[in-house]
């Protein structure tokens, strides 16, 4: 299994940007999918996630502002982010997971958001 996350770049603050993350090699639904960031110097931390069902949890820097969602088949996961802010700036990661068979991270995509 492979997540190739997609959609980062440089954006002005106030912006939005719409991240994708795809699973190939997966013939089953993902239990746990979700996005996490690391900025320069910091722990990676939790933006957004499908944590079970379809319960979501949010980290509250970005509750209001971004939106997690996920197809049908809980194969691939987006993050509609909206009113950008610079302490945004981050590599953002998307991770799955599937009980009993393993977790999964992306490659990473960077978001940048300038002042």
């Known amino acids: 299994v492979q997540l190739q996350a997609s959609g980062g770049g440089l954006v002005q603050a106030g912006g939005s940007l719409r991240l994708s993350c795809v699973a190939s090699g997966a013939r089953f639904s993902f239990t746990v999918m979700g996005w996490y960031r690391q900025a320069p110097g910091k722990e990676r931390e939790l933006v957004a996630s499908f944590t079970g069902g379809d319960r979501t949890e949010y980290a509250d820097s970005v509750k209001g502002r971004f939106t997690i969602s996920r197809d049908k088949l809980k194969r691939n996961v987006n993050l509609q982010m909206s009113s950008l802010k610079p302490e945004d700036t981050a590599v953002y990661y998307c991770?799955?997971?599937?009980?009993?068979?393993?977790?999964?991270w992306g490659q990473g995509t960077q978001v940048t958001v300038s002042s």
């Open positions: 991770k799955a997971e599937k009980r009993w068979v393993g977790v999964y």
